[in-house]
């Protein structure tokens, strides 16, 4: 495979937009911690709170793109079940249609089989037993009248299957709405501590994150090649992301968070992967060791394996990785969260 080099990044003007972005809302680290920050009144514990506070909504972040991912499911399933009734009703009633006709012709012809009208009269589900002490029922009216019945049990499983999905859904839609409050609410809170931090502060932050910024344009990713084809083109496409923001629930081609730019840089190789880091983590093949990584393998991080994003070359990860900043290359060692393991694709 071809050696990876860093593709043409986007325009200055543009990096130093979102860069004056960014830095009005972002700390300098990523730190790991899964609990609430408690106040502390320092301007460093501040910082540190709103690195805790972006790490946290990074994470219910990829819960929120799980449930999403499993509404769309449920929606489609849904959907499906609803067509199929829809029609089975439909032939449903061409059956008992036609049973009707029958059962019409014999009464103007002075009277009704009495295997009609114990079909007539009886609930379904018992006319059957009844009906075979009729020795009066000719063989293809009764194939008739069990087709009937069959197809109204499909019926009554299908409608009874599409109500539970609709049940899943509801549900699954408030735990939505639930995740969406419990990220924005960490974002203000980040951004209501940001806000207490004085001018020469945040402009000390927005320096730090330009030059990690500009250090991610002049990584060296030395010269390793890819394990195969589809990976390579997967992280080309990742690469000519780099400068975009971070945005959450984002899955692109302007913005994205972690996970969102992972699968989204994989369809560019025609290849589907999970939306989540944490399904991510489970497909491939599991590269445990840092060393055997290649460019384009995935890089599974923080022990609740909710981060992801592409193992680069020379020690560095390209990712998205926390709201407020760019899509960039970073050093694995100093990201601030433990490598699990890597998975490769393709």
């Known amino acids: 495979m071809a050696s990876h080099r860093r593709p043409k990044q986007h325009s200055a003007r543009y990096t130093g937009v979102v860069t004056a972005t960014a830095a009005a809302a972002v700390a300098l680290s990523t730190q790991t911690a899964s609990a609430d920050p408690l106040p502390d009144p320092t301007k460093k514990g501040v910082q540190a709170q709103v690195d805790r506070l972006y790490e946290a909504a990074t ?46 012709g014999q009464y103007r012809s002075g009277g009704l089989d009495p295997s009609l009208q114990l079909f007539l009269s009886e609930e379904p589900e018992t006319y059957l037993a009844k009906a075979s002490a009729l020795d009066r029922a000719g063989d293809r009216q009764t194939a008739a009248l069990q087709q009937f019945l069959s197809q109204q049990r ?12 609709l049940g899943d859904l509801a549900s699954v839609e408030k735990e939505l709405g639930d995740r969406k409050s419990e990220i924005q609410g960490k974002l203000r809170e980040a951004q209501r501590l940001l806000n207490t931090l004085s001018a020469k502060e945040r402009e000390r932050i927005a320096a730090a994150e330009d030059r990690t910024n500009r250090t991610s344009e002049r990584v060296d990713l030395g010269n390793e090649t890819s394990a195969s084809t589809r990976a390579a083109a997967a992280f080309a496409a990742a690469q000519s992301r780099v400068g975009l923001p971070y945005v959450w629930g984002a899955v692109g081609p302007s913005s ?9 840089a994989f369809r560019q190789a025609d290849v589907s992967i999970p939306r989540t880091s944490q399904a991510q983590s489970t497909i491939g093949t599991r590269i445990n060791s840092l060393s055997d990584l290649r460019p384009g393998d ?25 709201p407020g900043a760019q899509v960039r290359y970073e050093s694995i060692a100093r990201s601030g969260m433990p490598f699990m393991w890597g998975v490769r694709v393709g």
């Open 59 to 104: 994470q219910a972040t990829e819960k929120y793109n799980g449930a999403k991912e499993k509404a769309g499911t449920l929606k489609e399933q849904v959907a499906n079940l609803q067509d199929a009734v829809a029609r089975k009703q439909g032939e449903l009633n061409g059956l008992r249609d036609r049973i009707g006709n029958v059962a019409t």
């Open 298 to 322: 995935l890089i599974i991080m923080r022990t609740d394996l909710s981060h992801v994003g592409f193992y680069a070359g020379g020690g560095q990860i390209l990712h998205s990785p926390k």
């Open 256 to 264: 994205f968070d972690c996970s969102g730019l992972t699968s989204w």
């Open 154 to 165: 499909a019926l009554q499983q299908q409608r009874g299957e599409a109500a539970r999905k």
